[in-house]
Structure formats: C-alpha cells, structure tokens
C-alpha cells in the first residue's frame, strides 16, 4: 500500500489557506498549513515532505526566497500560487526552481490534478529504469538515442530529441522558453525563445501531438511548455 503523501502548504491568506488544506486532505494527503516563510522554512527544515504548495506573495520571508531555500538542500516538486496577471512574479518563481503555479482563484480539481501530476513524476524519477522512458505507446531509449511512437521508429534531430528529454524527464513541470532554449539549445539571446517554438512545433508533428488536445506537449501560455504523461513501466525483456 503507498504511504500517506505529506504536503506543506504556505499562504498567508487564511481563507486559501484553510481551502486548498481541505480539497487537499479530502484527497488524502497529510497536510501541514502554514503562514507564512518563516514559518514555512522552519516546517520544511524539520520534516520531510512529497510536496510544497507556496503563495508566492508572503509575510516575513517571500515565496521567492522560501523556494530558493527549500531548492538549495531538497529536490520536493514545489506549486507555486501566483495573483492573476503576476506573469513575471511566476517566470521568476519558475526559474528559482517552482515546478509549477497555479493561478487565483483556482478550482479545487485543477489544484489536485497539478499535485497529483508532479508526484506521479517524483515517483517516477525513483525508478530505476533510467536508462529507457516510456510512455504508453511512446518510449525513449537513452541510451542509444532511439524513439519509438506506437511502435515505429522516428527520425528526431539532436535538437529535437534533447527538447523531448528535457521535458518528458520531468513530466508535469513548467519549463519557461528561455530556460528551455539553454537547455537544449546552449544559448541564451531573447530572440531565440521563437527557435524553442519552431522546435517544439516540428517535435509535435513527429510527435503526431495535436497542440489543441495534446497527449504530450502542452503550452503553457506566455510561459512555456510542459510535458504530460503518465510513465509507463515496460515489460521485462530479460
Ligand atoms: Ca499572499
């Protein structure tokens, strides 16, 4: 049987504050409210938990600088809560290391569709199986660089492929344009987010990924992409 998930929740508006511990709890999480950042620091140094739901707009320490702590020492997948409209607050929040936001006010199923998506992806990173992803009918062999979509073999360039690894090794997580364009592409001038955008749009056509019903790249708007789908363990070929 899976261990009961423990989740920190950080936010310093007590009506959120009381809401998502709820949605959170009626889903069967273990949840310890919190504040605000210090108090969220403190909690964080003493236990260890699966998850970190964060406002990112906080009393005594920022949301900012309570993700940039947490990140330095653990590697917990981290949802930020971000206002409407706070589009650089979130790039920032993003790239300081957050997983994922969700914007307010949010609905309850999308608040638990998002945590249960990052800890499916904690999970998978602790398997084993590094050397070979699989997802349903798409698996990536890293080892000899091979993808393979229902079956048949396709052709990606080196660009491409690092693009599908980068995203699909961490399933669930936001990743920004620009931070996608050092990953895969090694340089970072402004106008080479639009390169990300033409690679992504070449990689779903390989991909045969409709970006309007995704099964595995999806558009983060204004932000970037992320990858989507459920790690498949694959049979023994012993
Ligand atoms: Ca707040």
Redesign the pocket.
């Known amino acids: 049987m899976e261990t009961t998930k423990r989740v920190l929740v950080v936010?310093?508006?007590k009506a959120i504050l009381d809401a998502v511990t709820a949605y959170l709890e009626r889903d069967g999480y273990w949840v310890t409210p919190v504040g605000d950042g210090a108090a969220a620091l403190e909690q964080a140094s003493r236990k260890a938990f699966d998850l970190v739901v964060l406002?990112l707009?906080?009393p005594k320490v920022s949301g900012e600088e309570v993700c940039r702590r947490i990140r330095d020492v653990s590697d917990v997948p981290i949802i930020m809560l971000t206002a409407k409209g706070a589009e650089e607050e979130r790039i920032k929040g993003l790239e300081m290391g957050a997983d994922d936001y969700l914007v307010k006010p949010f609905s309850p199923r999308e608040l638990t569709a998002r945590v249960r998506a990052l800890l499916r992806r904690a999970h998978a990173e602790s398997d084993p199986q590094r050397d070979r992803m699989d997802f349903g009918d798409l698996s990536i062999d890293l080892r000899s660089h091979r993808v393979h979509l229902d079956g048949a073999e396709i052709e990606l360039t080196a660009s491409e492929y690092k693009l599908l690894v980068t995203l699909a090794r961490y399933p669930g997580r936001v990743y920004p344009r620009m931070e996608l364009v050092e990953k895969v592409l090694g340089y970072d001038f402004e106008g080479y987010e639009r390169a990300i955008d033409s690679h992504v749009k070449n990689l779903r056509a390989k991909l045969d990924d409709d970006p309007r019903e995704p099964r595995f790249i999806h558009t983060v708007t204004g932000v970037g992409y992320r990858f989507e789908a459920e790690r498949t363990v694959p049979e023994s070929t012993v």
């Open positions: 936010e310093d508006e406002d707009n906080l």
